[in-house]
């Protein structure tokens, strides 16, 4: 049973910075695309970020690019998060999603596999 568990969610001050963890299972970051979807209260879920070693391609929603990183670790079989000058906006409940397709244009993220969620709160 594929498993992606999140940690790293927090309370922060807009203009500071949040890792974010996924600990993946069954489903290997080498192999898979992988990376990270947000809902916030009200709104769709958005895919936010993705990456596909396997062909090359990473995402990027406009919204975050220039503050978010996406990397992973093989030896941990672990993808990341790095978010900067955080704002308002990003507040959300944070989704790690594995498999499906990622895309490097608009198309963003499609995945068949998700975690629980973590939550990110930003205080203006």
């Known amino acids: 049973e594929v498993q992606l568990v999140e940690s790293g969610g927090d309370l922060v001050q807009a203009g500071g910075s949040l890792r974010l963890s996924c600990a993946a299972s069954v489903v290997t970051v080498d192999d898979f695309p992988i990376g990270w979807f947000r809902q916030a209260p009200g709104k769709e879920r958005e895919a936010v970020s993705c990456?596909?070693?396997?062909?090359?391609?990473?995402y990027y929603a406009d919204s975050v690019k220039g503050r978010f990183t996406i990397s992973t670790d093989s030896a941990k079989n672990m993808v990341y998060l790095q978010m900067n000058n955080l704002e308002p906006e990003d507040a959300a409940v944070y989704y790690c999603?594995?498999?499906?397709?990622?895309?490097?244009?608009?198309?963003?993220?499609?995945?068949?596999?998700w975690g629980q969620g973590t939550q990110v709160t930003v205080s203006s």
């Open positions: 990456t596909s070693k396997s062909d090359g391609r990473t």
């Open positions: 999603a594995a498999g499906g397709y990622c895309y490097s244009d608009y198309r963003g993220f499609f995945a068949n596999y």
